[in-house]
């Protein structure tokens, strides 16, 4: 059997960081930040059981430099620049593929130049879902298990409104964060999350 022509590599680095080549395609997605912070959180849990930091430590920690891959603001706008400017960047908002999943999908074979038949879109569709990959979330886990690790523990919601489960407090110190981390950035904060516009 020949080996296959197109390798998949997921990644979260920065596009500072991330290797870069003119013959690759990057498809960037990202999503609300207060739902990346909850979703950091369930992470950090799910690996460190009653190892994993108070929610202040936490909360500090997003809102940093030390943040793994860089902060949202940065992280976002670093990939957002490179969609503008090079034609093998596709940028993606989480959001958009809960309310058009179908239209995503289209987006992303037509940018990978990879046609889809009416049979196989439905299939890509229906294994991009959320409740199909729950059901085999130890394909997609990311860590290796721990002794805190809880089966089951990988995908919590996928819900469009993950944002609601952090508290006001500290939604308000993420949304302040991020809003003045991107004064002067190119990427439209506003046309996709209202509540970052000044």
């Known amino acids: 059997v020949g080996a ?3 390798r ?10 991330c290797p870069w080549s003119e013959s690759a395609r990057f498809v960037y997605v990202t ?3 207060v739902a990346c912070f909850a979703s950091c959180v369930d992470f950090i849990r799910m690996l460190a059981g009653p190892l994993t930091p108070p929610l202040p430590d936490l909360l500090d920690w997003f809102c940093s430099d030390q943040m793994w891959w860089s ?5 976002v706008e670093g990939w957002w620049r490179r969609a503008q400017e090079r034609s093998n960047v596709l940028f993606v908002h989480y959001e958009e593929m809960l309310e058009d999943l179908p239209g995503v999908v289209d987006r992303v074979a037509a940018f990978l130049e990879t046609p889809l038949d009416a049979e ?4 890509v569709v229906g294994r991009s879902r959320f409740e199909y990959m729950k059901a085999r979330e130890e394909l997609f886990e990311m860590a290796p298990p721990t002794p805190f690790s809880v089966a ?3 995908f919590r919601s996928g819900s469009r409104e993950r944002h609601a489960d952090v508290g006001p407090g500290e939604r308000e110190r993420i949304l302040a ?4 981390r991107l004064r002067g950035a190119r990427y439209p904060a506003a046309r996709f999350y209202p509540e970052l516009a000044e």
């Open 8 to 17: 998949i590599i997921k990644t979260h680095l920065p596009a500072s960081l």
């Open 4 to 6: 296959r022509s197109q």
């Open 177 to 180: 964060f991020c809003r003045e």
């Open 120 to 123: 196989e879109r439905h299939a």
């Open 152 to 154: 089951g523990g990988f």
């Open 71 to 75: 902060p949202w603001p940065v992280h």
């Open 31 to 33: 999503r609300h930040p």
